[in-house]
C-alpha cells in the first residue's frame, strides 16, 4: 500500500486530493496547523464526511477516513521522521503564500542523494507549479549539495478542479459538486502509482483550458457583479449587464485557446459550455432578484474576486490570453480585453486607495518585461482615470 503524506485539510484538500488518495487505495497521513479541525477529525475516528449536493440522493454523503492525522504545531518532528524513513510521496493542498513552510520541511528531510526516490504533487491550482516550488527548495537549501539533491526530486506541473466549499455549520463536512478533474505532468512522472491521480500528456493545454474558460470566468463575473451592486455569485450570473460585459471577453479568451495551444474550436466550445453550465450561466437572466432568494447564498463575490491586481500579472488568466491573440493571431480586435483589464486594474487602484501613478508603476513593474507586455502596458494606462 502507497503511503501519502498530505499537507492542507482546507476545503480542497479533503474535497478532492486526499479524496483521490483515499479511493486510490493510499495509507494517507494529513498535516495541518488547523488544531480545531484535526482534533475534530481525529475524534471522529480520523474521518470527516463529504456533500456532494449534486450526486444521487443516496451517493450525496460519503465518509473519508485517512490512517493518521498529524498537527504541524507539536509533530513536526514525527512528520520529518516519516518523511526520512516511510513516505516517498507528498500532496498538497496550502494557499500558494504557505507553501514555503512545507519547502522548508522538504528541504530539511529531503536533500539527500536518493531524493529522485521522492515526489511531490503540488495541488493548488497554481500556473507552473513545479517551476514555483523548486525556486522555493532552492531558497531552503543551505549549500549546493543540497541544493543539487533537492532538484532531483520528481514534482510535476498538475491540473486540479473541483467545487469544494467548507460547511460553516459543521466543521468536519465539506460542500463538493460531482465534477473533478486531477492530473499530473508526464514529462516529469510516467505514473504516480495513485489510481485517480494520472499522469497525462498535455498538461499544459489542459491547466490552460481549465484557468482560462472557468477561473478567468468565475473571476470576471464576481469582478463584473461587484460594480454593478450585485449581492452574491448567483445573482451576478443571472444579471443580463454582467453577461453583456463579461462573455465578449470571454470569446476572446476562447479564441486564445485555440491559436495559443492548438486546441481545437469544437474542444473549446465544448468546456466552455461545460464550465458556464457549472457556474449556472445555462440559466436565463433575471432582472429583479428578492432578498430573501438569495439569503442562503454563501458564495461572496469579494471572496471570489480577490487579489484581482495578482491575477493582471502577464501569465496570469486575464492577461496571457491577451498576450497569446497579440502574438499568435494579428487580425484579433484586441480593444474588448484591453478595456476590462483597464477596468480591474482600475478598481483595484480605488479599492486600494493609491493614485494613479502608484497603480501605474505597479502595472509596469508586472507588465514591462518584453514586447508584448510592454503592449498591454502602453494600452491600458491610457484607459486609467
Given at each position: 500500500?502507497?503511503?501519502?503524506?498530505?499537507?492542507?485539510?482546507?476545503?480542497?484538500?479533503?474535497?478532492?486530493?486526499?479524496?483521490?488518495l483515499v479511493h486510490s487505495g493510499c495509507e494517507v497521513y494529513i498535516a495541518d496547523t488547523n488544531e480545531a479541525l484535526m482534533d475534530a477529525i481525529?475524534?471522529?475516528?480520523?474521518?470527516?464526511?463529504?456533500?456532494?449536493?449534486?450526486?444521487?440522493?443516496?451517493?450525496?454523503?460519503?465518509?473519508?477516513?485517512?490512517?493518521?492525522?498529524?498537527?504541524?504545531?507539536?509533530?513536526?518532528?514525527?512528520?520529518?521522521?516519516?518523511?526520512?524513513?516511510?513516505?516517498?510521496?507528498?500532496?498538497?493542498?496550502?494557499?500558494?503564500?504557505?507553501?514555503?513552510?512545507?519547502?522548508?520541511?522538504?528541504?530539511?528531510?529531503?536533500?539527500?542523494?536518493?531524493?529522485?526516490?521522492?515526489?511531490?504533487?503540488?495541488?493548488?491550482?497554481?500556473?507552473?507549479?513545479?517551476?514555483?516550488?523548486?525556486?522555493?527548495?532552492?531558497?531552503?537549501?543551505?549549500?549546493?549539495?543540497?541544493?543539487?539533491?533537492?532538484?532531483?526530486?520528481?514534482?510535476?506541473?498538475?491540473?486540479?478542479?473541483?467545487?469544494?466549499?467548507?460547511?460553516?455549520k459543521d466543521i468536519l463536512e465539506v460542500v463538493t459538486t460531482e465534477f473533478k478533474e486531477i492530473a499530473v505532468d508526464k514529462r516529469v512522472v510516467?505514473?504516480?502509482?495513485?489510481?485517480?491521480?494520472?499522469?497525462?500528456?498535455?498538461?499544459?493545454?489542459?491547466?490552460?483550458?481549465?484557468?482560462?474558460?472557468?477561473?478567468?470566468?468565475?473571476?470576471?463575473?464576481?469582478?463584473?457583479?461587484?460594480?454593478?451592486?450585485?449581492?452574491?455569485?448567483?445573482?451576478?450570473?443571472?444579471?443580463?449587464?454582467?453577461?453583456?460585459?463579461?462573455?465578449?471577453?470571454?470569446?476572446?479568451?476562447?479564441?486564445?485557446?485555440?491559436?495559443?495551444?492548438?486546441?481545437?474550436?469544437?474542444?473549446?466550445?465544448?468546456?466552455?459550455?461545460?464550465?458556464?453550465?457549472?457556474?449556472?450561466?445555462?440559466?436565463?437572466?433575471?432582472?429583479?432578484?428578492?432578498?430573501?432568494?438569495?439569503?442562503?447564498?454563501?458564495?461572496?463575490?469579494?471572496?471570489?474576486?480577490?487579489?484581482?491586481?495578482?491575477?493582471?500579472?502577464?501569465?496570469?488568466?486575464?492577461?496571457?490570453?491577451?498576450?497569446?491573440?497579440?502574438?499568435?493571431?494579428?487580425?484579433?480586435?484586441?480593444?474588448?480585453?484591453?478595456?476590462?483589464?483597464?477596468?480591474?486594474?482600475?478598481?483595484?487602484?480605488?479599492?486600494?486607495?493609491?493614485?494613479?501613478?502608484?497603480?501605474?508603476?505597479?502595472?509596469?513593474?508586472?507588465?514591462?518585461?518584453?514586447?508584448?507586455?510592454?503592449?498591454?502596458?502602453?494600452?491600458?494606462?491610457?484607459?486609467?482615470?
Open positions: 500500500m502507497k503511503k501519502v503524506l498530505h499537507f492542507g485539510v482546507g476545503a480542497l484538500g479533503r474535497g478532492l486530493t486526499i479524496y483521490s481525529k475524534k471522529n475516528n480520523n474521518t470527516y464526511r463529504l456533500h456532494c449536493v449534486d450526486a444521487e440522493a443516496n451517493d450525496q454523503h460519503q465518509e473519508i477516513t485517512v490512517h493518521r492525522v498529524l498537527s504541524m504545531n507539536n509533530e513536526m518532528d514525527e512528520i520529518k521522521r516519516l518523511l526520512r524513513e516511510e513516505i516517498d510521496t507528498v500532496t498538497t493542498s496550502v494557499i500558494q503564500e504557505n507553501l514555503i513552510h512545507v519547502a522548508e520541511i522538504i528541504a530539511d528531510v529531503w536533500n539527500t542523494a536518493d531524493a529522485d526516490n521522492n515526489m511531490i504533487l503540488l495541488c493548488e491550482n497554481i500556473a507552473s507549479a513545479s517551476a514555483y516550488f523548486q525556486g522555493l527548495l532552492m531558497k531552503c537549501a543551505h549549500s549546493k549539495e543540497q541544493r543539487d539533491n533537492l532538484m532531483k526530486i520528481r514534482i510535476p506541473d498538475t491540473m486540479v478542479d473541483r467545487g469544494c466549499g467548507k460547511n460553516p510516467e505514473d504516480t502509482g495513485i489510481e485517480f491521480i494520472p499522469a497525462v500528456d498535455h498538461i499544459d493545454s489542459i491547466f490552460a483550458r481549465k484557468r482560462f474558460l472557468l477561473n478567468t470566468l468565475s473571476d470576471a463575473i464576481a469582478f463584473t457583479g461587484i460594480l454593478y451592486q450585485c449581492r452574491s455569485f448567483e445573482e451576478a450570473t443571472l444579471n443580463s449587464d454582467v453577461r453583456d460585459a463579461v462573455l465578449p471577453y470571454m470569446d476572446l479568451v476562447r479564441r486564445s485557446l485555440v491559436v495559443g495551444y492548438g486546441l481545437s474550436e469544437g474542444y473549446v466550445r465544448k468546456w466552455s459550455d461545460i464550465y458556464e453550465k457549472r457556474l449556472g450561466l445555462n440559466r436565463p437572466v433575471c432582472k429583479h432578484f428578492p432578498h430573501n432568494e438569495l439569503a442562503e447564498q454563501s458564495r461572496d463575490l469579494s471572496n471570489i474576486a480577490r487579489n484581482m491586481l495578482r491575477k493582471l500579472e502577464l501569465n496570469e488568466r486575464f492577461v496571457k490570453p491577451i498576450i497569446l491573440l497579440w502574438k499568435s493571431d494579428p487580425a484579433a480586435n484586441l480593444d474588448i480585453g484591453i478595456a476590462f483589464i483597464a477596468k480591474i486594474a482600475q478598481y483595484e487602484k480605488e479599492m486600494r486607495k493609491i493614485s494613479k501613478e502608484e497603480l501605474l508603476q505597479k502595472l509596469h513593474e508586472m507588465w514591462y518585461k518584453d514586447e508584448a507586455g510592454i503592449y498591454v502596458y502602453q494600452k491600458v494606462s491610457k484607459l486609467i482615470i
